[in-house]
């Protein structure tokens, strides 16, 4: 497990399917996010079975992101994971709604980042966002992910096609700015 100043990053476990279901769903949060289409119980089952298998083979992490008194809130994952660049891309959903704007999506996030470069060895880690998620850019931001480019009418959402934004973080960065996250308990 993996301690920041507010959540817990740990393995996803089967018991967590009934909330994944049922917030993945949320047509609120799904539409700053990828895929669009209604996920089913056994779907989201044979996901988490391969978060399990992703991580023995090093392609991608995925976390449950908990609150400190072991609450689940949501997901953080390290995608497409580049040996040879040591790079990956980072994604995240933390859920229900009531849980926005508290700061748990920016500490998973650092969290998440520090797992990258202190115990994954990634040099860099970069994100993508649609233009109109105000709240994520802001958290990256947070974050500190910098370097912002985005992909014009990269993605068609609610009937136009819209930019798609891109940032990133080097692990240099991240140690500079955040030294106080080592992962660890708080003592
Ligand atoms: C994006 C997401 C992970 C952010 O998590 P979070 O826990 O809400 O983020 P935080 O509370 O750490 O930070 C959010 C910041 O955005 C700000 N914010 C919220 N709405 C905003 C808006 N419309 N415009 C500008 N800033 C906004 C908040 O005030 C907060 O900043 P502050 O701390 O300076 O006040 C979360 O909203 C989420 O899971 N959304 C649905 C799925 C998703 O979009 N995933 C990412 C796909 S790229």
């Known amino acids: 497990m993996y301690y920041g100043k507010k959540v817990i990053l740990r393995s996803l ?30 779907q989201e089952i044979q996901w988490i079975k391969n978060t399990w298998e992703w991580r023995e083979k090093g392609s991608s992490y995925v976390f449950a992101v908990t609150t400190h008194d072991g609450k689940l809130i949501g997901t953080v994952s390290l995608f497409a994971v580049s040996q040879l660049h040591q790079h990956a891309e980072l994604g995240i959903a933390i859920y229900p709604r009531e ?13 998440m980042c520090g797992f990258g470069f202190l115990y994954k060895n990634l040099n860099s880690i970069w994100l993508k966002f649609f233009e109109f998620n105000e709240n994520g850019r802001r958290a990256y931001e947070k974050a500190g992910f910098t370097n912002l480019s985005n992909e014009r009418q990269a993605i068609y959402r609610e009937g136009k096609h819209q930019d798609i934004l891109r940032m990133d973080i080097l692990k240099l960065e991240w140690m500079e700015k955040f030294p106080e996250y080592k992962l660890r308990p708080p003592t």
């Open 13 to 42: 476990e089967l018991e967590d399917v009934e909330f994944i279901t049922k917030n993945i769903n949320d047509i609120e949060i799904r539409r700053t996010m990828g895929g669009m289409d209604p996920m089913s119980k056994e």
């Open 99 to 111: 849980n926005h704007n508290q700061g748990y999506g920016t500490d998973a996030i650092i969290t």
